[in-house]
């Protein structure tokens, strides 16, 4: 796991390199401060957002389990299923597959690619489009302007939550200079204290920026980033599946049309053509039989 990794790795530095340099971790302990730093933030949160967001932003926390939902071979098992589809209806004419697509658990083609039918964004796309490519009613400009909306409109409802995280991100080094503000304003007011216990109370004060930056820019923020990261990998499958089908639309054989979609993805997690050729011919399905 990534994230925990990552966030060990912050604590560790900050508060390792602090202690190796000779500070006392004791100071550092101030529940006040993460009181008021912490409950504003939430507090502004819950403010700037209307339920719809603050349900997806919870939401979001169970999604950032796994480190790649979206890798290579789930790129590839999304391809191979496209080819099988795309295949048998040019084969045997688009009503053939009509039956895999209203019932996708109980097809036999479906439940070669698991990744995939498990799947509920990318089967509803998938899906969707293929039951209008059957109708046969609509030409692929219009398919594909819908797709594009329906892309777009996904992309901006799951960017919400990051949106909403990092303006939490944003807002917490300010927080945590009212906290210290807070801390210096109640060290003046005991100005006739000595200067040992001013220096302490101040000390306590300068915690709360501390604190206000190491929790925006070392753990909010990067949980930000995250989502983005999730979201730009799930409208990368999208647009993967659209660009397939568009070629198939356009009169391309199966093979080249899944070769389209191949291109759409990023360098990174794309498979080269001799992988998903051999990925293709060695998984077993309906779709290509006889092909």
Same mark, same amino acid.
């Given at each position: 796991?990534?994230?925990?990794?990552?966030?060990?790795?912050?604590?560790?530095?900050?508060?390792?390199?602090?202690?190796?340099?000779?500070?006392?971790?004791?100071?550092?302990?101030?529940?006040?401060?993460?009181?008021?730093?912490?409950?504003?933030?939430?507090?502004?949160?819950?403010?700037?957002?209307?339920?719809?967001?603050?349900?997806?932003?919870?939401?979001?926390?169970?999604?950032?389990?796994?480190?790649?939902?979206?890798?290579?071979?789930?790129?590839?098992?999304?391809?191979?299923?496209?080819?099988?589809?795309?295949?048998?209806?040019?084969?045997?004419?688009?009503?053939?597959?009509?039956?895999?697509?209203?019932?996708?658990?109980?097809?036999?083609?479906?439940?070669?690619?698991?990744?995939?039918?498990?799947?509920?964004?990318?089967?509803?796309?998938?899906?969707?489009?293929?039951?209008?490519?059957?109708?046969?009613?609509?030409?692929?400009?219009?398919?594909?302007?819908?797709?594009?909306?329906?892309?777009?409109?996904?992309?901006?409802?799951?960017?919400?939550?990051?949106?909403?995280?990092?303006?939490?991100?944003?807002? /917490?080094?300010?927080?945590?200079?009212?906290? *210290? &503000?807070?801390?210096?304003? =109640? %060290? #003046?007011?005991? +100005?006739?204290?000595?200067?040992?216990?001013?220096?302490?109370?101040?000390?306590?004060?300068?915690?709360?920026?501390?604190?206000?930056?190491?929790?925006?820019?070392?753990?909010?923020?990067?949980?930000?980033?995250?989502?983005?990261?999730?979201?730009?990998?799930?409208?990368?499958?999208?647009?993967?599946?659209?660009?397939?089908?568009?070629?198939? /639309?356009?009169?391309?054989?199966?093979?080249? *049309? &899944?070769?389209?979609?191949? =291109? %759409? #993805?990023?360098? +990174?997690?794309?498979?080269?053509?001799?992988?998903?050729?051999?990925?293709?011919?060695?998984?077993?399905?309906?779709?290509?039989?006889?092909?």
């Amino acid at each position: 796991m990534l994230i925990p990794l990552g966030f060990i790795i912050v604590i560790v530095s900050v508060f390792g390199g602090f202690t190796l340099a000779g500070g006392q971790l004791g100071p550092l302990y101030q529940p006040t401060e993460v009181l008021m730093i912490v409950g504003a933030a939430v507090g502004s949160f819950i403010a700037a957002n209307n339920f719809k967001a603050i349900k997806a932003t919870l939401r979001t926390a169970s999604k950032l389990k796994r480190t790649t939902k979206y890798d290579k071979e789930t790129y590839m098992e999304l391809m191979a299923l496209q080819y099988k589809l795309l295949t048998k209806a040019r084969r045997d004419g688009m009503l053939a597959i009509e039956r895999d697509i209203d019932n996708p658990d109980d097809s036999a083609l479906f439940s070669d690619y698991p990744r995939i039918q498990q799947d509920p964004m990318i089967m509803g796309f998938l899906t969707d489009y293929l039951r209008l490519m059957i109708s046969g009613n609509m030409d692929p400009h219009q398919i594909d302007e819908l797709m594009e909306h329906e892309i777009e409109a996904f992309e901006h409802e799951a960017h919400i939550p990051a949106d909403a995280l990092a303006k939490v991100g944003d807002g /917490l080094p300010a927080f945590g200079i009212v906290a *210290a &503000v807070m801390g210096v304003i =109640k %060290a #003046l007011s005991a +100005a006739d204290s000595g200067p040992s216990e001013m220096g302490v109370m101040i000390a306590h004060a300068l915690v709360g920026t501390f604190l206000g930056i190491l929790l925006a820019y070392g753990f909010v923020n990067p949980l930000s980033s995250r989502i983005d990261r999730q979201v730009g990998e799930a409208v990368k499958m999208l647009q993967c599946i659209r660009v397939t089908l568009l070629a198939s /639309l356009n009169g391309y054989a199966p093979q080249l *049309a &899944v070769e389209f979609g191949r =291109k %759409a #993805l990023h360098t +990174a997690e794309r498979p080269t053509f001799t992988e998903l050729e051999e990925h293709v011919r060695s998984s077993k399905g309906t779709g290509t039989e006889g092909a």
